[in-house]
């Protein structure tokens, strides 16, 4: 041991010449002044001297950074990246392939309509239905005159106390005109932002009716204000994660609310007269290219559609960008093989133009491949001039050329215009937009600030309650332990085959660390260290942490105490923890976007984690050992929502269980924003079964004991 502490001594003497010449250098390099130069060079002697006098004197003091890493390097000592994202990315792959094969089988009319048919109520299952349709209580607040068109300031509900507020676009002269919805992207000010009032503004001009609403979380429809009424995220796609969170708890999803809102704008429009119901449309870029997609997917009435700056393949995204905010990804629809080729294919032969740009964050390539494939389906059912696609150059964003393509666009199929006629590039100057206070339709500018409204965090609370009547609850333990079978795909752990591999030993006083991989039951590696006193009792010790295995395993740290103690003690990173993180998780978020992935693929961090702890405790109970020794279990943080799952499970695993700062119920992520606990902690429609009280409950008294 002393001789290994000898060398990694000289190794960082060493190093510190090397870092002192290019210190030197580079202070000679900046033409520093003489003076400068020897307090530079005197200071950086003293560290050395310093550093020497720690390495002479304290030698049982660890200041080398301990090499903890358990997964195989690759030639040279690059450590190899084996992330459960890249894991997963895989699975979309092969899956997607899958689906492209069942499509290429579509050749006749009647084999795409039964396509359209089960994806669509798959689709809408996902999402957990649809509200039952409710009176608008549609409301004419004002109106703006303008020289060819005027705008009216408008809202509805499209659930009691939910409203919905909008800018209607409205051509000069006699109707019924066509009209179109616009769909807002991201943007805070929503329906006034310059792009949407555009697109009003092209379509009013051009005879066409345009009704642009604030999504939830944009605009005046915040679901999230500060005591002075102001949006507390300027993020709007922050909100719309935080709305997602409390609605997938209850089998619901972001896009749920704003599908539905479409929907009912789309009720809105056709209970005007001066509205041709039999030719309605829309439009939508970005954040509004999701929802355009969604609904001319969906709902029969979209005749015409131009989603912009969005439409791509989930292969291509998964492997550039990654999942996006909350409403662009539903529960299990790549489980189910539902690909964004297919919101297009949906509507086939309904006239659809795929509006892009070049240089798109949302890869090119990707709606290239979503063009050609739905383009070979038209065509076979004699519609191939239904569905183009315009690229223009340029990034994210609707161009003055994707405006004009899109103008013309709804100008040939709402308005029966020559297709051959082609409709000018207005340059965007050009554009007779609003400051944002002029189009306001509330009297403060937030509709949670009027008395009587509703927000997603009321009607989703409103459903959980519902969910907690005692007759629709799962009570016992065989109950329980069934339901999370069935809703989180949980092997048995006797159906098991858990192996592990050595990877290195490190040298402690009074104990060493076993560095070591253990292989899941679906050969994903858990990286692991097992801390090893001298004189090990029977039993041991599962800890588990949010950040991973080193969390607590520093010298003199909360691991080491329990080592003292006589147990081994085993620490995992469980799959996109630690060595296997797709990055550093969002402070209130967590790591959404492998979380998203997981979701996409119809799993959950909760569920995976589950497997991995039963997988890690049963490797303990076994390893070398002919008689199971007992498994002492310490779940920190948020991991503990996994291990409540894997004790209520396999009881027999856990002869204690110990939950240190734990959520305690799902609960408050439904009623407001203000939980602490991140999206990874959900799983979809979970309380419609049971909540984290309930597992809780069961689990015998003298064997738990939580710490707050």
């Known amino acids: 041991m002393e001789f290994e502490f000898l060398a990694n001594s000289i190794s960082f003497l060493a190093k510190i010449a090397?870092?002192?010449?290019?210190?030197?250098?580079?202070?000679?390099?900046?033409?520093?002044?003489?003076?400068?130069?020897?307090?530079?060079?005197?200071?950086?002697?003293?560290?050395?001297?310093?550093?020497?006098?720690?390495?002479?004197?304290?030698?049982?003091?660890?200041?080398?950074?301990?090499?903890?890493?358990?997964?195989?390097?690759?030639?040279?000592?690059?450590?190899?990246?084996?992330?459960?994202?890249?894991?997963?990315?895989?699975?979309?792959?092969?899956?997607m392939k899958q689906r492209s094969e069942r499509v290429e089988k579509l050749k006749t009319l009647a084999e795409v309509r039964d396509y359209q048919t089960k994806l669509r109520t798959q689709i809408i299952q996902q999402?957990?239905?649809?509200?039952?349709?409710?009176?608008?209580?549609?409301?004419?607040?004002?109106?703006?005159?303008?020289?060819?068109?005027?705008?009216?300031?408008?809202?509805?509900?499209?659930?009691?106390?939910?409203?919905?507020?909008?800018?209607?676009?409205?051509p000069k002269g006699a109707g019924p005109f066509p009209a179109v919805i616009v769909s807002s992207g991201h943007s805070r000010t929503g329906k006034t932002a310059d792009y949407n009032q555009r697109f009003g503004i092209a379509m009013a001009e051009n005879g066409i009716m345009a009704l642009c609403y604030d999504p939830i979380g944009q605009g005046e429809r915040s679901q999230i204000v500060t005591p002075d009424g102001k949006p507390q995220f300027e993020a709007t796609t922050e909100e719309h994660f935080l709305v997602g969170s409390g609605s997938i708890l209850v089998g619901r999803n972001t896009a749920t609310y704003r599908i539905w809102d479409a929907m009912r704008a789309l009720d809105y429009l056709e209970s005007r007269?001066?509205?041709?119901?039999?030719?309605?449309?829309?439009?939508?870029?970005?954040?509004?290219?999701?929802?355009?997609?969604?609904?001319?997917?969906?709902?029969?009435?979209?005749?015409?559609?131009?989603?912009?700056?969005?439409?791509?393949?989930?292969?291509?995204?998964?492997?550039?960008?990654?999942?996006?905010?909350?409403?662009?990804?539903?529960?299990?629809?790549?489980?189910?093989?539902?690909?964004?080729?297919?919101?297009?294919?949906?509507?086939?032969?309904?006239?659809?133009?795929?509006?892009?740009?070049?240089?798109?964050?949302?890869?090119?390539?990707?709606?290239?491949?979503?063009?050609?494939?739905?383009?070979?389906?038209?065509?076979?059912?004699?519609?191939?001039?239904?569905?183009?696609?315009?690229?223009?150059?340029?990034?994210?964003?609707?161009?003055?050329?994707?405006?004009?393509?899109?103008?013309?666009?709804?100008?040939?199929?709402?308005?029966?215009?020559?297709?051959?006629?082609?409709?000018?590039?207005?340059?965007?100057?050009?554009?007779?937009?609003?400051?944002?206070?002029?189009?306001?339709?509330?009297?403060?500018?937030?509709?949670?600030?009027?008395?009587?409204?509703?927000?997603?965090?009321?009607?989703?609370?409103?459903?959980?309650?519902?969910?907690?009547?005692?007759?629709?609850?799962?009570?016992?333990?065989?109950?329980?332990?069934?339901?999370?079978?069935?809703?989180?795909?949980?092997?048995?752990?006797?159906?098991?085959?858990?192996?592990?591999?050595?990877?290195?030993?490190?040298?402690?006083?009074?104990?060493?660390?076993?560095?070591?991989?253990?292989?899941?039951?679906?050969?994903?590696?858990?990286?692991?260290?097992?801390?090893?006193?001298?004189d090990p009792s029977d039993s041991a010790y599962l800890y588990l942490s949010d950040g991973g295995k080193t969390t607590d395993s520093q010298a003199a740290g909360p691991i080491e105490k329990i080592v003292d103690e006589g147990y081994v003690v085993v620490t995992v990173d469980l799959r996109g923890q630690g060595?296997?993180?797709?990055?550093?998780?969002?402070?209130?978020?967590?790591?959404?976007r492998t979380f998203y992935l997981a979701y996409l693929l119809g799993d959950s961090v909760v569920a995976a984690h589950t497997r991995d702890i039963i997988s890690s405790a049963k490797w303990i109970a076994n390893y070398q050992s002919e008689k199971p020794r007992e498994v002492h279990l310490i779940a920190n943080g948020q991991t503990a929502v996994a291990a409540m799952h894997a004790v209520i499970l396999e009881p027999e695993l856990f002869t204690s269980v110990e939950f240190r700062n734990a959520p305690e119920s799902w609960l408050p992520m439904v009623r407001s924003a203000a939980s602490a606990h991140p999206i990874t902690t959900t799983i979809h429609g979970i309380l419609n079964h049971y909540d984290l009280t309930d597992l809780r409950e069961l689990i015998p008294k003298e064997k738990l004991r939580i710490q707050r």
Not at 138 to 165: C, M, N, W
Not at 579 to 592: K, S
């Open 18 to 95: 090397i870092d002192f010449s290019r210190f030197r250098a580079s202070l000679a390099s900046f033409s520093c002044p003489p003076r400068l130069l020897r307090i530079g060079i005197m200071s950086h002697r003293f560290s050395c001297f310093l550093v020497f006098a720690l390495l002479l004197f304290s030698p049982t003091v660890t200041i080398f950074a301990e090499d903890l890493t358990c997964l195989p390097t690759e030639e040279g000592g690059t450590q190899q990246k084996v992330t459960w994202y890249g894991h997963m990315s895989q699975q979309v792959t092969e899956l």
């Open 127 to 170: 999402l957990g239905g649809f509200p039952e349709r409710t009176p608008l209580n549609a409301k004419l607040v004002s109106t703006i005159d303008q020289p060819t068109y005027q705008i009216e300031l408008i809202h509805f509900e499209s659930q009691p106390g939910h409203r919905v507020t909008g800018n209607l676009y409205v």
């Open 273 to 534: 007269p001066d509205v041709n119901r039999e030719r309605l449309g829309m439009m939508g870029c970005s954040g509004g290219g999701t929802l355009t997609s969604y609904v001319m997917a969906l709902d029969d009435r979209v005749y015409c559609a131009a989603p912009a700056c969005y439409l791509t393949t989930f292969e291509h995204l998964v492997q550039t960008l990654g999942p996006q905010d909350s409403e662009q990804n539903i529960f299990a629809q790549l489980k189910l093989g539902i690909d964004q080729c297919d919101y297009v294919l949906l509507r086939a032969p309904k006239p659809t133009l795929i509006s892009a740009t070049t240089e798109d964050f949302f890869g090119i390539s990707g709606t290239w491949v979503n063009y050609r494939q739905n383009k070979r389906i038209y065509t076979r059912l004699g519609f191939s001039e239904r569905l183009e696609i315009v690229e223009a150059d340029g990034t994210h964003g609707v161009q003055p050329e994707n405006l004009s393509a899109i103008v013309h666009w709804m100008k040939r199929w709402l308005l029966n215009s020559n297709a051959q006629q082609a409709t000018p590039i207005k340059p965007f100057a050009e554009y007779a937009t609003l400051p944002e206070d002029k189009l306001l339709v509330t009297p403060k500018g937030q509709v949670l600030l009027d008395q009587g409204e509703r927000s997603v965090f009321d009607l989703n609370f409103e459903i959980a309650e519902r969910l907690r009547e005692p007759s629709l609850r799962t009570q016992n333990l065989v109950e329980i332990q069934t339901t999370i079978r069935k809703e989180l795909e949980i092997p048995t752990a006797d159906s098991l085959k858990i192996q592990s591999n050595r990877a290195g030993k490190v040298q402690r006083d009074g104990y060493h660390i076993d560095k070591l991989v253990i292989h899941s039951s679906d050969n994903f590696p858990l990286p692991a260290l097992t801390f090893h006193p001298v």
């Open 579 to 592: 060595e296997t993180a797709d990055g550093t998780p969002h402070p209130r978020l967590g790591d959404w």
